[in-house]
C-alpha cells in the first residue's frame, strides 16, 4: 500500500497501490515490513530469511523492524517464521505538490477585513485577531517587533500578542526535534537556533533509486522541499523577520523526506535517532491511514482476494513512540487533514472508500491514522480565525488532545468556487486566514500555508517551553500533564470533540 502524506494545506490520505499488493504477481519483487516478536530472535530471523530469496535492505533493531525486499511468496513464508509477530507490504510516504501562497514581503493591511464574507464565516475579524499590530507588548518585554509581526496573527493569539516572551522564550538547554523536511540552516530566523547534530535519513538514490541527487549523506539535512522550515520558524523563528511561539528553543531537524517519497522505516530510523540524540520534543507535522482490517482486490475470474493489511507498520510506529517516550522525549502529532471525525469508523471506512475503492476494490475493517491515533502521542487539530475547528482538521470524541491555530481555507475555498481568487490574493486576504512562517528557497524568504501541519510545531514549542522552565526535570507524562491542563484555555461538553483540553494559550504555560 501507498500512503500519500500531505505535508501542507491539503488532505492527508491513504492512496493504496494495488499492483504492489502481491495480487495475481507472485514474482515481482517489493519492500515489506517485519517486525519481530523481540530481539532475542533476531539471528534466528535472519538465518531463516536467508533460506528465501528475499533481502534485508534497512533495520531498525531497537524496536525490532526489519525491511526486507523480496516477492509476494517470500512474505507468506516470512509470516510463518516463528519470531515474526507481522509482516505486510511496507508503507510509503509521498509529497504531492504542496498548497502554498509565497510572500513577497508587502505588507499591505488594507482588504477588506470588514465584509459580510468574513464575518459570516469568522466573526469579529476586527478585534481579537488584529492584536498586537504595533508591538506594544513585545516592547514590554524587552523585544523589538520583527518586520512581519503584524500579520502573524496566529503567534499573537498563542502567546496573547507577544506576552508570554516577557516570561519565558526557551533556551538552547531544550532542543524540539523535526522529523520532516530538514530545515534550512542559512534562514535568518532559522539558523539562531539551529543546534548541532541534523540528521539526514534518506539513502543514496532517495526513494526506491528514484532520486539521483539524493547522495545519502547522513549529514545533509537541508530542505529541499519548505515544509520543514516553515514548521521550524512556528517553533522557534528568531524574529529576524518573523518570530515563533518560542524564539530561543533549539532546533535539530531528522530529515525523512527529499523531493520525493519516504519508506516509513526512515522515519521510525529518525524517532529513534532523535530520542537518543537526548531530544526533548519530537515534532512530527505527517501523517495518514493505517488500515487494520483487510483489502479485498477483484481478480480477473471475479474472485475476491484478500490483499492484507498495514499492521506491520502500525506495530512498529506505536514501538518508536514509545521507546520516544522511554527516552525521556515527547512526540507531538498532527491530528491530519481529512475533516473526519476519528472517533466514527464508519465515516473513516467510507471516506476510504469513496476516495479509494472502486467496484473491484473494498476495504473492510478499521483504520486509524497514524501517528495522530497512538495512545501516548500528543494529537494536536487545527483552528482558524477566531478559534473556529479549520474545516480540512480532524477531530473525534477521545481523540484529540489540544487544539491550536493552523489556519482555515473556507474565505480562500468559497473565493475559489466563484472564480473570484485573484480578488482574494489582490486583497491580501491570506494574511489573517493562513499562517506565515520560513521557507528553503532562500535565507530571507517565508511563505503563506495552513494545515494540522502548521498548528503542530506550536504545541510542540509549548511543550519545549514548559520542559525549558522546569530545567529538563520534568518526565513525558508530566509535561504531558502541565500541557494539556496548563497551558490551555479550556473547552467543556461537545467542544472538547474538537479541541481536547482546549486551545493553547502559552501565556498560561509559562506564568
Known amino acids: 500500500m501507498k500512503k500519500v502524506l500531505t505535508l501542507i494545506a491539503a488532505i492527508a490520505i491513504a492512496l493504496f497501490s494495488f499492483s504492489a499488493l502481491g495480487v495475481g504477481a507472485d514474482e515481482e519483487e517489493n519492500y515489506y515490513s517485519v517486525v519481530l516478536k523481540n530481539n532475542a530472535q533476531v539471528e534466528k530471523f535472519k538465518g531463516d530469511l536467508s533460506l528465501t530469496d528475499a533481502e534485508i535492505v534497512y533495520e531498525v533493531p531497537e524496536i525490532g523492524y526489519y525491511q526486507v525486499k523480496g516477492t509476494a511468496g517470500d512474505l507468506n513464508q516470512i509470516k510463518g517464521f516463528k519470531g515474526v509477530q507481522a509482516a505486510s507490504l511496507s508503507l510509503s510516504w509521498d509529497l504531492p505538490e504542496s498548497q502554498k501562497i509565497e510572500f513577497s514581503g508587502d505588507l499591505d493591511l488594507s482588504g477588506d477585513l470588514n465584509g459580510d464574507l468574513y464575518g459570516d464565516l469568522y466573526g469579529d475579524l476586527n478585534g481579537d485577531l488584529l492584536g498586537d499590530l504595533n508591538g506594544d507588548l513585545l516592547e514590554e518585554a524587552g523585544m523589538e517587533m520583527p518586520g512581519f509581526w503584524p500579520i502573524q496573527w496566529d503567534i499573537q493569539r498563542i502567546t496573547e500578542n507577544g506576552a508570554s516572551y516577557a516570561e519565558h522564550t526557551g533556551s538552547h538547554d531544550t532542543v524540539v526535534a523535526v522529523i520532516d523536511t530538514g530545515i534550512n540552516p542559512y534562514h535568518i530566523d532559522l539558523a539562531p537556533n539551529l543546534m548541532p547534530g541534523s540528521k539526514n535519513f534518506v539513502p543514496a538514490g532517495g526513494f526506491q533509486g528514484t532520486e539521483p541527487s539524493e547522495t545519502g549523506d547522513p549529514n545533509d539535512f537541508v530542505d529541499k522541499h519548505g515544509h520543514g522550515s516553515h514548521v521550524s520558524g512556528s517553533i522557534a523563528g528568531a524574529g529576524n523577520g518573523m518570530l515563533g511561539v518560542?524564539?530561543?528553543?533549539?532546533?535539530?531537524?531528522?530529515?525523512?523526506?527529499?523531493?520525493?517519497?519516504?519508506?516509513?522505516?526512515?522515519?521510525?530510523?529518525?524517532?529513534?535517532?532523535?530520542?537518543?540524540?537526548?531530544?526533548?520534543?519530537?515534532?512530527?507535522?505527517?501523517?495518514?491511514?493505517?488500515?487494520?482490517?483487510?483489502?479485498?482486490?477483484?481478480?480477473?475470474?471475479?474472485?475476491?482476494?484478500?490483499?492484507?493489511?498495514?499492521?506491520?507498520?502500525?506495530?512498529?510506529?506505536?514501538?518508536?513512540?514509545?521507546?520516544?517516550?522511554?527516552?525521556?522525549?515527547?512526540?507531538?502529532?498532527?491530528?491530519?487533514?481529512?475533516?473526519?471525525?476519528?472517533?466514527?469508523?464508519?465515516?473513516?471506512?467510507?471516506?476510504?472508500?469513496?476516495?479509494?475503492?472502486?467496484?473491484?476494490?473494498?476495504?473492510?475493517?478499521?483504520?486509524?491514522?497514524?501517528?495522530?491515533?497512538?495512545?501516548?502521542?500528543?494529537?494536536?487539530?487545527?483552528?482558524?480565525?477566531?478559534?473556529?475547528?479549520?474545516?480540512?482538521?480532524?477531530?473525534?470524541?477521545?481523540?484529540?488532545?489540544?487544539?491550536?491555530?493552523?489556519?482555515?481555507?473556507?474565505?480562500?475555498n468559497w473565493y475559489a468556487s466563484q472564480g473570484r481568487l485573484d480578488e482574494y490574493l489582490a486583497n491580501n486576504m491570506h494574511y489573517f486566514e493562513f499562517n506565515l512562517s520560513a521557507d528553503s528557497a532562500s535565507n530571507d524568504g517565508y511563505y503563506f500555508s495552513v494545515g494540522t501541519s502548521m498548528a503542530t510545531p506550536k504545541v510542540s514549542a509549548v511543550a519545549g517551553l514548559i520542559i525549558d522552565q522546569n530545567n529538563g526535570d520534568l518526565s513525558p507524562a508530566q509535561v504531558k500533564r502541565e500541557l494539556l491542563n496548563g497551558a490551555v484555555e479550556e473547552v467543556n461538553g461537545q467542544d472538547k470533540k474538537k479541541f481536547g483540553n482546549g486551545h493553547l494559550n502559552a501565556l498560561n504555560a509559562v506564568q
Open 246 to 412: 518560542a524564539p530561543d528553543l533549539g532546533l535539530r531537524a531528522y530529515r525523512v523526506f527529499g523531493t520525493s517519497s519516504a519508506e516509513s522505516a526512515w522515519i521510525y530510523k529518525a524517532m529513534i535517532a532523535a530520542a537518543d540524540d537526548g531530544s526533548d520534543v519530537l515534532s512530527m507535522s505527517l501523517g495518514g491511514w493505517d488500515l487494520f482490517g483487510q483489502t479485498f482486490v477483484k481478480n480477473e475470474d471475479g474472485k475476491w482476494e484478500n490483499a492484507g493489511n498495514d499492521v506491520a507498520d502500525y506495530v512498529a510506529y506505536k514501538r518508536a513512540a514509545n521507546y520516544a517516550e522511554e527516552k525521556g522525549a515527547v512526540v507531538v502529532v498532527a491530528a491530519g487533514n481529512d475533516g473526519l471525525d476519528l472517533s466514527n469508523n464508519n465515516q473513516v471506512m467510507n471516506y476510504l472508500q469513496s476516495a479509494y475503492g472502486s467496484e473491484n476494490v473494498e476495504f473492510r475493517g478499521t483504520a486509524k491514522t497514524v501517528p495522530a491515533q497512538l495512545s501516548n502521542v500528543v494529537n494536536v487539530s487545527a483552528t482558524g480565525p477566531e478559534d473556529v475547528l479549520a474545516e480540512y482538521s480532524n477531530y473525534g470524541a477521545g481523540q484529540i488532545d489540544i487544539a491550536t491555530v493552523g489556519g482555515d481555507t473556507r474565505l480562500y
